[in-house]
């Protein structure tokens, strides 16, 4: 099977600006408020507790931010 991915280079580019505009702050305010649910947890399990979430955010998408800061492959080259 081919290694395509299934969105078009400027499809991924769309989503992950979605995802960064829009998707990013609301999953912050989601973690803010979890915590706060929490009783304001001692400083380092806070700072775990935010490192955590902070990485386990994008692993969902991490087809959709591969290879967004290179150049469109879908474009033939220039001379």
């Avoid at 499809?11 to 990013?24: E, K, P, Q, S, T």
């Avoid at 955010?57 to 150049?71: E, N, S």
Wanted: charged share 20%.
């Amino acid at each position: 099977m081919a290694d395509k991915p299934r969105l078009s280079y400027k499809a991924r580019r769309r989503w992950a600006l979605v995802l960064l505009l829009i998707g990013m702050p609301l999953y912050i305010v989601i973690a803010v408020t979890i915590l706060n649910l929490l009783n304001r947890p001692p400083v380092v399990v806070e700072l775990l507790v935010y490192a955590v979430l902070g990485i386990a955010w994008a692993l969902p998408f991490k087809f959709v931010f591969r290879g967004i800061g290179q150049a469109d492959p879908d474009q033939p080259p220039e001379k």
